[in-house]
């Protein structure tokens, strides 16, 4: 794993690593398969050596992954969650 990660290079990485979670996890019985053209990058940010993103797959089991990538120890982190529901609170305001 490269130390300094270049934007392209860390999405291509994630991507990478997320199609062998998800193919390794998956419930076997779904006879379900993705590739890379299957995750997408919903957030990103690189500060100094380090990078960080949220990551989903066009999946339809509500799984979300934060990958984040340490330059100063060489490891990558991987947060998996599940979006239970969303719910709308409406009407609200600032209270200054």
Known sequence: MAKY???DNFVDFIKSILVEYVN??????DN???TKD???IV???KVLQNNKALASTTLPDGM???ITFNGD???CYIDVYKKWENICIEDV???E
Request: charged share 35%; with cysteine.
């Open 5 to 7: 990660f270049e934007t």
């Open 24 to 29: 390794n996890h998956c419930d076997k019985t």
């Open 32 to 34: 379900v398969e993705i």
């Open 38 to 40: 299957d995750v997408y």
């Open 43 to 45: 957030w990103y940010s």
């Open 64 to 66: 979300y992954y934060e």
């Open 73 to 75: 120890k060489n490891q």
């Open 93 to 95: 305001q600032d209270e």
